[in-house]
C-alpha cells in the first residue's frame, strides 16, 4: 500500500510535471472536489475539469510545498501555486481573460485517501489575493 505522504509527493511532482492523465488517475471513481469561487463535483472527469482550468490559464505553473501533514487517510498541504497568466482562466463564476501577470498564491489542500487514491480534495486560498495579483482588485 502507498503511504499518505508518498501519494501527496507524487501528487506534487505529476502536477509539476504538467501529466494530466497521471494526476486525473490520482482520484478515485467517486472523488469530490470543492474550491473557492464554486468549485465543486465529482469523479473523473470533474478531476480533469479541475486540472485544465488551472493548467490552462497558467501554463508554466509550478507547485511549492511548505509542509505536508499526513495521517491514515488524509493528508494536508501547504504551499504555493506560482505561474503566468497567459491564457483565460475559466473558473465558475466567469472567465478571465489572461493578463499576462505573474502570480504567487498560497493555498491549502486537504485531501481525503483510500488505499493508493485520493477520495476527496477540498482547496483553499485568498481569491483576492489572486484577483490583486492579476491586476483585477
Known sequence: MVSVRSLQEDQIRIW???N???WVDLFGQE??????GGVRGSGTEMARKFYRMWQD???DNQL?????????DAVVLEGVFEGTHTATLNAPGGSIPATGRRI????????????????SIAVY????ELLTQLGLA
Not at 472523488?31 to 473557492?36: E, I
Not at 498564491?105 to 485520493?118: E, Q
Request: hydrophobic fraction near 40%; glycine fraction near 10%.
Open 104 to 119: 504567487t498564491v498560497p493555498f491549502v489542500s486537504v485531501l481525503g485517501v483510500a488505499g493508493d487514491r485520493f477520495t
Open 31 to 36: 472523488a469530490t472536489f470543492s474550491g473557492p
Open 57 to 59: 490559464a497558467f501554463p
Open 16 to 18: 509539476n510535471d504538467h
Open 64 to 72: 511549492k510545498t511548505f509542509q505536508i501533514i499526513d495521517g491514515e
Open 20 to 22: 494530466e492523465a497521471s
Open 125 to 128: 486560498f485568498d481569491q483576492m
